[in-house]
């Protein structure tokens, strides 16, 4: 069954950590996301990306940063962690082959405290 | 930036009455998809829409492209218990292989 692994479901966090959300994926796909779901905002994309080593700012880039040194691994890292940035973060993959047909991971819910 | 706007933004039924939701866009779209996501869980695809007037069925479900391009519909019916969830539209972003979401419709079912 293929898979998008986030690496943990919930996470709390101290204001002015720097925190690392991990996201694996096994289907060989070119593309990564990382989306951030508040409610009654539905996904906003942060940041993504084509191909290792490549990263391009999504809608809501402000306060992350993103890492792609392996084609199944993209980490999403918040350098100075603010209670603003207390969400559900979504990892998604997918494949110039599959169209739109976006796989996404459980998510990490991240509460900054 | 492109923006989706999702009605209504909740939705209380009962069991085994049919659901219609809607989404609208402030561009055109050449693709429409419809995702849901189960609670605890990431959203997964539903149904994908290529084509302006497109009716399309997965089961229970039917989804429209709307003939403006501005618009899809997705409907359920007969709804069961495992159809609660939030349901999001979705369509391609500015650049290549990027989706923007609406805010989601999301569906309690009292039994």
């Known amino acids: 069954d293929v898979k998008v692994t986030q690496s943990s479901r919930y996470l709390v966090k101290r204001t002015g950590e720097k925190v690392f959300l991990e996201c694996v994926q096994d289907m060989d796909h070119e593309n990564m996301f990382w989306y951030r779901q508040d409610p009654g905002l539905g996904l906003r994309l942060i940041y993504f990306s084509y191909d290792v080593k490549m990263k391009e700012k999504g809608d809501i880039p402000e306060g992350y940063s993103v890492s792609r040194e392996k084609k199944e691994r993209f980490s999403l890292i918040l350098e100075s962690a603010s209670t603003n940035q207390t969400s559900m973060y979504l990892c998604a993959s997918s494949s110039p082959g599959t169209g739109y047909g976006y796989t996404f991971g459980s998510g990490t819910r991240l509460t900054v405290v | 930036g492109q923006q989706l706007n999702q009605s209504p933004q909740s939705m209380f039924i009962q069991e085994g009455e049919d659901v219609s939701m809607n989404c609208t866009s402030s561009?055109?779209?050449?693709?429409w998809l419809w995702y849901k996501q189960d609670p605890g869980e990431g959203p997964v695809l539903l149904i994908a829409?290529?084509?302006?007037?497109e009716l399309t069925s997965n089961g229970r479900l039917t989804a429209q492209f709307g003939i403006t391009r501005k618009d899809s519909f997705l409907n359920i019916s007969a709804s069961i218990p495992s159809d609660v969830g939030i349901y999001f539209c979705a369509g391609p972003g500015q650049g290549a292989q990027k989706l923007v979401f609406g805010q989601g419709t999301r569906l309690t079912i009292n039994p």
């Open positions: 561009s055109i779209f050449n693709t």
């Open positions: 829409l290529y084509k302006a007037g």
